[in-house]
T-cell receptor, first 115, second 114 residues
Framework: GAGVSQSPSNKVTEKGKDVELRCDPI?????LYWYRQRLGQGLEFLIY????????KSGLPSDRFSAERTGESVSTLTIQRTQQEDSAVYLC?????????????FGPGTRLLVL | AQSVTQLDSQVPVFEEAPVELRCNYS??????LFWYVQYPNQGLQLLLK??????LVESINGFEAEFNKSQTSFHLRKPSVHISDTAEYFC????????????FGKGTKLTVNP
């Protein structure tokens, strides 16, 4: 079946502009995660959605970052007033929580460059 | 809170040599352990994982990792590497019964030379 998809694959923006990144999880997956990978760094957790529970936003670096998810489908990550330090690859992952599988499947990422 | 340390940022080896990529973690609770691989210009893929049971886990392409609770380690090994194993390898943990979020190490770039 189809994997996790993300769009756009690349985004170049000017400092101060808002950007919106999209993630389509694997159909049926109840959990969705956003991570950020800055150059030379490991992945940093940003936010986690699980079903109808309140999202875990503990990884969002500032109030310029927000994310939404509609039911168990698409999610969007919005970065307002982008800064150069926001340049990174933003990765989305999904999983089916509850089976004991505990495996997150990652999308190809959106490479964001803030000029 | 958990943390993951991958001490080696780069590991160069020759083809057919053995390799060990080190991973140590810190956690006050029980964890699940994962190794993900990122091949050049590709997305992140699960290589292998430890959830419970046998502490030695294997992947389909010859890698293995052993969970050592006393040393809080989950080192990745392969007895004989191929050029196609060139990639970046990330160790990660998640809290058992927690929010499922993964905490990653900074990655080890494995380069296999002919």
């Amino acid at each position: 079946g189809a994997g996790v998809s993300q769009s756009p694959s690349n985004k170049v923006t000017e400092k101060g502009k808002d950007v919106e990144l999209r993630c389509d999880p694997i159909s049926g997956h109840t959990a969705l995660y956003w991570y950020r990978q800055r150059l030379g760094q490991g992945l940093e957790f940003l936010i986690y959605f699980q079903g109808n529970s309140a999202p875990d936003k503990s990884g969002l670096p500032s109030d310029r970052f927000s994310a939404e998810r509609t039911g168990e489908s698409v999610s969007t990550l919005t970065i307002q007033r982008t800064q150069q330090e926001d340049s990174a690859v933003y990765l989305c992952a999904s999983s089916y929580v509850g089976t004991g599988e505990e495996t997150q499947y990652f999308g190809p990422g959106t490479r964001l460059l803030v000029l | 809170a958990q943390s993951v340390t991958q001490l080696d940022s780069q590991v160069p080896v020759f083809e057919e040599a053995p390799v060990e990529l080190r991973c140590n973690y810190s956690s006050s609770v029980s964890v699940y352990l994962f190794w993900y691989v990122q091949y050049p210009n590709q997305g992140l893929q699960l290589l292998l994982k430890y959830l419970s049971g046998s502490t030695l886990v294997e992947s389909i392409n010859g890698f293995e990792a052993e969970f050592n609770k006393s040393q809080t380690s989950f080192h990745l090994r392969k007895p004989s590497v191929h050029i196609s194993d060139t990639a970046e390898y990330f160790c990660a943990v998640s809290e058992k019964g927690g929010s499922e979020k993964l905490v990653f190490g900074k990655g080890t770039k494995l380069t296999v030379n002919p």
